[in-house]
């Protein structure tokens, strides 16, 4: 005869089975939001930098144009130390124009390959969330009908008595009379 098998516990298939179900609802909204911060991150260098940088552009350059109309006008006036301090302010504000616009380009550079870099993971996430959705869900199908199973066999497989030996064996012990036939 087949051994019989040994089922401890049907409700620890439950247990996993309701903590594999909670997994699979955070695991999907971690992508979700994976998926978001792409989206967001994309839309922030678009838009948002692009426009900020754009932005500092045009204001770096004004402040650049007054540092030279400054400058320009030391020099009429022949005041040397004024002239150092105004060359100093100009030098400085075309430092600032040209950080700005090299975020600029950085930010044309990055919205030019975002996509690019970014595409590989995003279906290495689909691919991910395809297998939570399609395999994982099988699982789950499984260790339902598995639970079921096990259920239908243990209501088969009659209740094993307190009192009698185990299947397969016998006792030799012979029977000891009881304390009231003893007396």
């Not at 950085?106 to 395999?135: A, C, F």
């Amino acid at each position: 005869m087949a051994e019989q098998a040994k089922v401890t516990s049907i409700e620890a298939l439950e247990s996993f089975r309701s903590a594999l179900i909670i997994f699979l609802t955070d695991a999907r909204r971690c992508l979700d939001e994976v998926n978001d911060a792409v989206r967001r991150t994309k839309q922030w260098l678009e838009h948002e930098q692009r426009a900020k940088w754009e932005g500092q552009i045009r204001h770096r350059t004004k402040v650049l144009s007054e540092a030279q109309q400054e400058l320009f006008g030391s020099r009429i006036s022949n005041l040397r130390t004024a002239s150092a301090q105004k060359e100093e302010a100009v030098r400085k504000a075309r430092r600032a124009v040209a950080e700005a616009e090299e975020k600029l380009r950085n930010v044309k550079k990055w919205t030019r390959n975002y996509d690019s870099i970014v595409e590989p993971m995003i279906k290495q996430v689909e691919g991910l969330r395809g297998y939570l959705d399609h395999e994982m869900i099988k699982s789950l199908a499984y260790l339902v009908q598995a639970q079921k199973t096990l259920e239908g066999y243990s209501e088969a497989m009659p209740a094993p008595d307190a009192g009698s030996p185990p299947a397969g064996t016998t006792s030799s012990a012979p029977a000891q009379p009881s304390s009231e036939e003893a007396s």
